[in-house]
C-alpha cells in the first residue's frame, strides 16, 4: 500500500539506529514490482538511496546497492530511469575494493541497461565501456561475470551496431574477451560463456570485423573447438555445451565474412565438429544446426575441406543427419552439394555410400526447401555421374519426381531432372 511505501522511505531516511534493519525491509519489498514503481514516485526516493549508496559505512552501502540491484529488476522504463542519478556512482564503485559491491553494481547497471534506452544514452559519455575494459583485467571470476552480463546487453541493445559495437571496438575489450573465451576450460566457464556470447553479437551485427580478425579470432577459436572436443566424453564439465554454441556461432560467422582467411587445413576440426554432434546431438539438438552451419561455410569455397570429409571416412555420419530435423536437412543437404560441385571424383566418392535410396524419400518431405536442395544435388550427381541417373531411374525415381509437378516452384526443376535422368548414357 502507498501508505506502507512511504513509511519503509522514512524509516530509511531516520537517523536511527535500526537503519540497516529498516533499509533490509525495503529491499525485501522493493522485491514486488508494483512496490517498486510506487517507491521512485516518491518526493526523495531515489535521492535517500543515493545518499545511503554514497555513505562511507560499508554495511549501509552495501543494504543499499541490494535496495537498487531490486529496483533494477523492474520491467518497466520509468523505473529505471528513476535510476538514471545513481549511474554514475554505480559506475565509480566497479572500481572499488569490495568483490561483493562490485559484482553488485554490475548487474544493476546490467539490468538497467536492458530496460531503458536513456539509461544507455546516459552512460555511454560517463564512460562506461572504457570502465568495463578496466574491470575485464580482474583476477576474480564473478567481476568478469558480471562484466560480461553488461556488455552482452549493451551489445544486444538496437543502437549497438552505430553507438555501443565502435566504441568496444576501439578499446581493449575485444583481446581480453577473446582471451577469457579462449581460456574458458582453465580460467571461468561463466566467464567464457558470458563474453563468447558477447564476440557473437558483435561479429553478427558489425559487417566489418578486422579488429577481431587481426586480433587471430579464426585460429584462437579454431584452437578452443579442437580443446573443448578433446574434453568429450570423458572429461565433459557441466554446462559445455552453453560454450560451444556461441563459438561455433563466432567462427561460422567470421569465415563467412569477405577477407576472412579460414583456418588453414587442418581436417582435426572436421573430426571435432563429428565429436561435438555426436556428444550433444541427442541432449542438445540445436548444436546440430550450429555444427552444419559451420560445416557448409568450411566447405563452401575451401576443396580441401571437401576432400577431407571424404578422407576422413565422416561422411556416413553426415549422413545420419539428413533425417535429425527440417533444418538439419537442408543443411547436411547444402554441405553435400558443396561437395558434389567440386566434380566427378567427389560424386563417385559420394555415390559409393548409397546415396540414392537415402536421397529418395526425401523428395517426398513436406518441406519445399529439403526437397529444393535434394534436387540440386541430384542435379549435380547427374551432371557429373550420369550412370547414377539410371541407378536413380531404376529405383524409382521418376515416381518420386513427378510427385512435384503440381508444387509451382519446384516443378520446372523436377521436369529438368526427370529429362536429364531418362537421357541414355553419354548424350
Known amino acids: 500500500l502507498p501508505g506502507q511505501v512511504l513509511e519503509l522511505l522514512r524509516g530509511v531516511q531516520r537517523g536511527s539506529e535500526d537503519r540497516k534493519q529498516s533499509l533490509g525491509r525495503l529491499r525485501w519489498a522493493l522485491q514486488n514490482e508494483e512496490t517498486q514503481q510506487k517507491f521512485v514516485r516518491l518526493d526523495g526516493s531515489i535521492r535517500t538511496l543515493t545518499g545511503l549508496f554514497t555513505s562511507s559505512l560499508a554495511e549501509l552501502q552495501l543494504e543499499a546497492a541490494r535496495c537498487l540491484h531490486e529496483l533494477s529488476h523492474s520491467s518497466v522504463p520509468l523505473v529505471a530511469e528513476a535510476c538514471l542519478p545513481v549511474t554514475s556512482y554505480l559506475l565509480t564503485y566497479l572500481s572499488g575494493h569490495s568483490l561483493e559491491l562490485t559484482e553488485l553494481c554490475l548487474y544493476t547497471l546490467g539490468n538497467l541497461v536492458v530496460e531503458s534506452e536513456a539509461v544507455r544514452k546516459h552512460l555511454l559519455p560517463q564512460g562506461i565501456i572504457a570502465v568495463l575494459a578496466s ?76 579488429v577481431l580478425l587481426a586480433l587471430g579470432a579464426v585460429p584462437a577459436l579454431t584452437s578452443l573447438l579442437l580443446d573443448l572436443a578433446s574434453q568429450i566424453p570423458q572429461d565433459a564439465p557441466e554446462g559445455l555445451e552453453l560454450l560451444v554454441c556461441p563459438v ?20 582435426r576440426l572436421l573430426v571435432a565438429l563429428f565429436l561435438i554432434l555426436q556428444c550433444f546431438l541427442q541432449q542438445h539438438p540445436f548444436l546440430g544446426q550450429e555444427c552444419l552451419w559451420l560445416l557448409n561455410n568450411l566447405t563452401a569455397d575451401d576443396p580441401f575441406f571437401c576432400s577431407a570429409l571424404l578422407s576422413l571416412d565422416l561422411l556416413p ?11 538439419a536437412t537442408v543443411l547436411a543437404l547444402t554441405v553435400l552439394c558443396n561437395v558434389a560441385v567440386k566434380g566427378a571424383r567427389q560424386c563417385q566418392q559420394l555415390l559409393q555410400q548409397p546415396l540414392l535410396p537415402q536421397l529418395l524419400p526425401l523428395l517426398s518431405l513436406p518441406d519445399p526447401e529439403a526437397v529444393g536442395q535434394c534436387l540440386e544435388l541430384l542435379h549435380l550427381l547427374f551432371l557429373h555421374c550420369p550412370e547414377a541417373a539410371a541407378d536413380f531411374t531404376r529405383q524409382g525415381g521418376h515416381q518420386a519426381l513427378e510427385q512435384h509437378w503440381s508444387t509451382p516452384e519446384l516443378q520446372e526443376r523436377a521436369q529438368a531432372l526427370l529429362e536429364l535422368a531418362r537421357q541414355p548414357p553419354g548424350a
Not at 567470421?254 to 587445413?265: D, I, N, S, T, W
Not at 555420419?317 to 533444418?327: F, G, K
Open 317 to 327: 555420419a553426415l549422413l545420419q543427419l539428413l533425417t535429425s530435423s527440417q533444418m
Open 135 to 210: 574491470c575485464i583485467q580482474s583476477p576474480h571470476e564473478a567481476v568478469l561475470e558480471g562484466v560480461g552480463y553488461v556488455l552482452s546487453q549493451l551489445l544486444q541493445a538496437k543502437e549497438a551496431p552505430t553507438e555501443i559495437i565502435p566504441l568496444v571496438l576501439d578499446s581493449a575489450l575485444p583481446q581480453h574477451m577473446l582471451r577469457l573465451v579462449c581460456s574458458g576450460l582453465k580460467a571461468g566457464m561463466g566467464a567464457a560463456v558470458e563474453f563468447a556470447w558477447c564476440l557473437h553479437y558483435i561479429i553478427c551485427r558489425h559487417k566489418d570485423n578486422v
Open 248 to 267: 561455433l556461432r563466432c567462427l561460422s560467422n567470421l569465415l563467412a565474412q569477405p577477407g576472412c582467411q579460414g583456418p588453414g587445413q587442418d581436417g
